[in-house]
């Protein structure tokens, strides 16, 4: 087959072009557009994010349902209604004139969100290309590693030239006229059923065969638990890394400097998982992702504004959080297989929406009762105790499969 026409070529770099697009839009759209809309608005900069958390909870409510309509009508209709959906939420979010319709439109934009972002997108690839799932999900995510950093810049500049209204009203025109065509027309092939069966390296041989029954639904819940407990972490250094780095010691402009690496860091961990973890199992390269965290936070509680510790900790954990993006979509599919992986996505999507929802908000309440210092204690001990649970799974994982695979007397 010419490569020109491989389904996973094809799907990879049109989904590629819309997850850049579509999170950097939707998802990290205040990054750059918060200061501007509570000077406009005169509203706390607390109540702009909250907008952002609704968006939250309304994906981790709905994501169950999303998985299992993904399942049902395929990935390919609900990425495209979902674009949709994102570019009605932005429009009514340039429109909005006071709190209410503001938390509506980001209801909207959560409820597009989910349909079209990284979960989604992971189960379109499974079915666009069943036996090289794992491999189309880590190339679909060097893609996504610098969403935030390009549509900063373009957010900056648009909100310069056109206000935060424009911006807003422009980012929903390029989801139209960008990310629809690309969703509906780049998961239009798929690979056929003797390509899937003829496969020469099936994926799955190395991470044996998927559990059932009892055993998959205690394999869901564990894992959906170890991304909560990882959620939590992450939740609270993508909104507030450079308060982070200046608590460390950094002064305002280093600290934007050392934070803007993490994308590196992202970028970098995973071209080493497709290049070095490609042979490993899935629960593999999830151990050894969540097992850079811990570490990490060490350099950071004892770095006392040392710039080169500081930088390394900033790229390890870019890099930690570039590799569990790709786990979160490949150890459902080496341990659950591709029978109904959008429901088994959803499922466990909802818990961690939930807890990256109201993690900030737990961590600024421990902040003002401790202090910085004293809080990143609680997530040193929120990544141990993830680093504990994913080796117990992965104990109890080779156990059941085990089991599993032994015949019975």
Not at 31 to 38: D, Q
Not at 72 to 101: F, K, N, Y
Not at 150 to 178: D, K, M, P, Q
Request: proline residues 3%; glycine residues 10%; charged residues 10%.
């Amino acid at each position: 087959m010419s490569w020109r026409s491989d389904p996973l070529v094809i799907s990879v770099n049109a989904l590629g072009i819309t997850q850049i697009t579509a999170w950097g839009t939707s998802y990290y759209c205040l990054g750059v557009l918060a200061k501007p809309i509570a000077a406009d608005t005169g509203w706390n900069i607390s109540t702009i994010f909250l907008g952002f958390s609704v968006a939250l909870v309304t994906m981790g409510l709905i994501s169950t349902w999303v998985g299992r309509l993904i399942d049902r009508i395929g990935a390919r209709s609900v990425m495209s209604i979902g674009t949709v959906i994102v570019s009605v939420g932005l429009l009514g979010l340039s429109q909005m004139r006071d709190v209410a319709t503001y938390f509506v439109a980001w209801l909207v934009i959560g409820v597009g969100m989910r349909c079209c972002l990284y979960d989604a997108a992971f189960a379109a690839l499974v079915q666009a290309v069943p036996s090289r799932g794992r491999t189309a999900i880590s190339y679909l995510t060097l893609y996504g590693a610098y969403a935030s950093t390009v549509f900063w810049v373009i957010g900056h500049y648009l909100n310069e030239s056109y206000g935060w209204r424009g911006t807003l009203l422009i980012f929903a025109a390029i989801n139209l006229a960008v990310c629809l065509p690309l969703n509906w027309l780049g998961l239009s092939r798929r690979e056929s059923t003797t390509e899937t069966a003829t496969a020469k390296t099936p994926e799955r041989t190395q991470d044996g065969p998927a559990l059932e029954g009892r055993r998959r639904k205690v394999g869901i819940a564990l894992f959906a638990l170890i991304m909560s407990l990882n959620g939590f972490v992450f939740g609270v250094v993508s909104l507030q890394l450079v308060p982070l780095l200046e608590a460390a010691g950094l002064a305002g402009a280093a600290a934007v400097w050392v934070a803007s690496l993490k994308g590196h860091g992202q970028f970098g961990g995973r071209l080493v998982e497709i290049f070095f973890g490609k042979n490993l199992k899935a629960m593999t390269v999830a151990r050894i992702a969540i097992g850079v965290l811990p570490p990490a936070l060490l350099l950071l509680m004892l770095a006392r504004g040392e710039f080169w510790l500081l930088v390394t900790f900033t790229l390890l954990l870019g890099a930690s959080q570039g590799v569990i993006t790709i786990v979160r979509g490949a150890v459902p599919l080496a341990l659950f297989g591709t029978q109904g992986y959008g429901a088994v996505l959803g499922l466990i999507a909802t818990p961690i929406l939930l807890v990256n929802a109201f993690s900030p908000a737990v961590f600024a309440l421990i902040v003002d009762q401790v202090g910085w210092q004293n809080a990143l204690y609680a997530l040193l001990a929120c990544s141990i105790l993830t680093l504990l649970a994913i080796e117990l799974m992965s104990r109890w994982y080779e156990g059941a499969r085990t089991g599993k695979t032994t015949p019975t007397a």
